[in-house]
């Protein structure tokens, strides 16, 4: 990466469209539910309050509403900066600047038995555990990619 393109910074949100979905397709399974278990009785529609499963939906849609909300919250970003990576939140941010990168390794195709799992290890000189990160994660993986791309390569010429 070029000084130049370094001083654009890039920022890439935590993709939360798949809280949004489940959330969704969860409702819209418990409103069915509701109305399918439902009887009527005498022109008014009453639902079954002492069927398990209204239960057993209900905590579910709940759950995902939640899990929903503080994802929202949360705003979980990765960016691209003169120092380096930056991967933070609403809360903090941790920077690993580009001298404590021993090497980035990108995932050539997916995984054979996860399509579309695209995945970048970043070996730090100071830790012994690679930090992985799922680019499908992320809002522009493939732009995501390219400037893994270019940081690889910047490594690998110092």
Same mark, same amino acid.
Do not use: C, H, W
């Given at each position: 990466?070029?000084?130049?393109?370094?001083?654009?910074?890039?920022?890439?949100?935590?993709? #939360?469209?798949?809280?949004?979905?489940?959330?969704?397709?969860?409702?819209?399974?418990?409103?069915?539910?509701?109305?399918?278990?439902?009887?009527? #009785? !005498?022109?008014?529609?009453? #639902?079954?309050?002492?069927?398990?499963?209204?239960?057993?939906?209900?905590?579910?849609?709940?759950?995902?509403?939640?899990?929903?909300?503080?994802?929202?919250?949360?705003?979980?970003?990765? !960016?691209?900066?003169? !120092?380096?990576?930056?991967?933070? =939140? @609403?809360?903090?941010?941790?920077?690993?600047?580009?001298?404590?990168?021993?090497?980035?390794?990108?995932?050539?195709?997916?995984?054979?038995?996860?399509?579309?799992?695209?995945?970048?290890?970043?070996?730090?000189?100071?830790?012994?555990?690679? #930090?992985?990160? @799922?680019?499908?994660?992320? !809002?522009? =993986?493939?732009?995501?990619?390219?400037?893994?791309?270019?940081?690889?390569?910047?490594?690998?010429?110092?």
């Amino acid at each position: 990466m070029t000084e130049e393109q370094l001083k654009n910074k890039s920022v890439f949100r935590y993709n #939360v469209a798949f809280y949004y979905q489940s959330t969704i397709i969860y409702f819209v399974a418990f409103a069915l539910y509701l109305i399918i278990r439902g009887q009527f #009785v !005498e022109g008014y529609y009453t #639902v079954i309050t002492k069927d398990p499963i209204i239960y057993f939906f209900g905590i579910i849609v709940i759950i995902s509403v939640v899990a929903l909300i503080y994802n929202i919250y949360r705003n979980r970003y990765i !960016e691209f900066n003169n !120092e380096g990576v930056a991967f933070g =939140d @609403r809360f903090k941010s941790k920077v690993i600047r580009k001298d404590q990168i021993a090497e980035i390794k990108i995932s050539k195709k997916a995984n054979a038995r996860f399509p579309g799992l695209k995945l970048v290890r970043l070996k730090l000189k100071n830790r012994i555990r690679p #930090v992985i990160i @799922r680019l499908s994660d992320y !809002e522009n =993986d493939d732009e995501l990619i390219k400037r893994f791309s270019q940081l690889k390569d910047l490594i690998n010429k110092s």
